[in-house]
């Protein structure tokens, strides 16, 4: 006599989620290569200035992670659309799962991913600050303070940063798989919004405009509430265009 053992959505989720950290190890080893990339570029500084009279005279770097954290936008962004890719998802298949499954494993996996990111940009960032130390010709360093609650708020506010890019990157690399053409409408879209806010400073332009949500929310909880709405949404979004996608193939 045969008994079937009803297997529950989490269970099966937890599988796939294994599966996606032991196999996609190359999402961490391309984060390391980012971050060094994103340090190698912020030891240049990002402007400063100078000043002096016939006694002495001084030169004004300014040194931030933004760099860094530039260059780990765009990993998650990538990161997402490559797991949207076609042999990534058949890699589901090797499990008794639904689109549900895969799609949960895929924003915990992300998710983890995320916070990976967080914790690294904070380490990659003091990194910073040691490199410079070491720098020669130094005399006088400034350093602003940061409390506990500041830490803790970057901290989670850049992993809610690397979450937007991921969720975003997910819904474009399922429009992606949905159609090629999107290939090159989205890009043409960025790039013609970047170029008119450059070349047309007075107008505003909708990237830019939707960016400014979150860039200038000065509210953590706020600023929480936006982007874990716009990551449900692009989630949302990418779960139901697959549903199409599925049948197709």
Do not use: C
Request: proline fraction near 1%.
């Amino acid at each position: 006599m045969m008994y079937l053992t009803k297997v529950s959505l989490w269970d099966v989720v937890k599988k796939q989620f294994r599966f996606k950290m032991k196999s996609y190890r190359g999402v961490f080893t391309s984060l390391m290569m980012l971050q060094i990339m994103g340090l190698l570029f912020s030891l240049g500084g990002e402007g400063g200035g100078g000043g002096g009279s016939e006694s002495f005279s001084y030169d004004m770097n300014y040194y931030s992670g933004n760099f860094i954290l530039v260059f780990m936008m765009i990993w998650a962004f990538i990161s997402a659309i490559i797991v949207t890719t076609q042999a990534y998802r058949y890699d589901d298949y090797s499990f008794v799962a639904n689109r549900l499954s895969s799609h949960l494993s895929n924003i915990l996996f992300l998710g983890l991913a995320s916070v990976i990111g967080g914790i690294t940009f904070v380490l990659a960032s003091q990194s910073l600050k040691l490199a410079f130390l070491f720098q020669k010709d130094r005399e006088f360093i400034e350093s602003q303070p940061m409390t506990v609650m500041q830490m803790t708020e970057g901290l989670a506010a850049t992993i809610l940063y690397l979450f937007l890019f991921t969720a975003l990157g997910y819904m474009v690399g399922m429009l992606v798989q949905r159609n090629k053409i999107f290939t090159i409408i989205l890009p043409a879209l960025l790039f013609g919004s970047l170029f008119l806010n450059v070349f047309l400073a007075s107008e505003s332009t909708y990237v830019i405009d939707i960016g400014q949500i979150f860039v200038r929310e000065t509210s953590f909880l706020l600023f929480l509430v936006k982007v874990l709405l716009t990551s449900a949404l692009a989630y949302g979004i990418a779960a139901w265009i697959s549903n199409s996608l599925e049948v197709r193939k």
